[in-house]
């Protein structure tokens, strides 16, 4: 593959690579709606799909939202090294499979996680050059309590166990990057959008710029 390329438009593509964006959150501050809105607009980016060993709730497609697995098939993940990073989250484990992260990355698509503090603490470990984090707060308290009754799609005992596990949660905030306050989903997904657009031209990702910048010192 060539360090850069020229599109349709005339313009010369430098080769990138791809970043790794995080968006974490409690429970129904809105993370879920702007990760899908983003995976809309923003053809670049491809969602990580996560292993977990929680039960699929009504909607959800297997291999879409999640990799559900057994227990076994889980721990069996862990030893052979496949995850970038795992957690127990509530009184499940979830995980970030590594084999699809790596191939996106190289080929300069960035990829979307919808992880929690304790995957992103990992991440920042292993692959901190790769990583954007974002972290979304709800504007209340009142609200977050609102959109997790709306949900209903946990029962009243699970929703009060997040309600109480937002806090432990949210006093993470401080570890990411950049900090939105989910007032209104569209601004929050335009912040997301600067965030990325800002990122994508930091220039160690840009790793067609050694040779960009010969040809131009070359007058080509
Ligand atoms: P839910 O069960 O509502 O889909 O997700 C519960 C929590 O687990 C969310 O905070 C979500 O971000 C987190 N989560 C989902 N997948 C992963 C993963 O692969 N790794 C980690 N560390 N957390 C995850």
């Known amino acids: 593959m060539s360090d850069s390329a020229t599109d349709n438009s005339g313009f010369i593509d430098i080769r990138r690579r791809g970043l790794m964006l995080v968006l974490s959150s409690p429970s129904g501050a809105g993370k879920t709606t702007i990760s899908r809105r983003l995976l809309e607009l923003e053809p670049q980016i491809a969602l ?28 069996l993940m862990i030893n052979r090294g ?13 995980g970030t499979p590594k084999a699809q992260v790596a191939k996106e990355i190289a080929r300069g698509r960035d990829i979307l ?6 995957g992103t603490q990992q991440l920042a470990h292993n692959a901190r050059e790769d990583l954007v ?46 900090i939105i306050v ?9 912040s997301v959008r600067a965030i ?17 910048v010969k040809g131009l010192r070359e007058g080509q």
């Open 182 to 190: 989910n007032h209104d989903i569209d601004s929050s997904v335009e």
């Open 82 to 94: 496949e995850f970038l990073e795992y957690a127990k989250v509530f009184d499940n484990y979830y």
């Open 48 to 75: 990580s799909v996560s292993a977990t060993t929680r039960a699929k709730r009504p909607g959800e497609t297997a291999g879409i939202d999640y990799h559900f697995v057994e227990p076994t098939e889980f721990n």
């Open 196 to 212: 990325l657009r800002a990122e994508r031209l930091r220039r160690q990702r840009q790793i067609g710029l050694t040779d960009f």
């Open 133 to 178: 984090s974002v972290f979304v707060l709800p504007p209340t308290t009142r609200e977050l309590e609102r959109r997790l009754h709306t949900r209903a799609q946990d029962s009243a005992e699970v929703v009060a166990k997040r309600m109480a596990k937002a806090a432990d949660e949210m006093s993470h905030w401080a570890e990411y990057d950049y």
């Open 113 to 118: 996680f919808d992880i929690d503090w304790q």
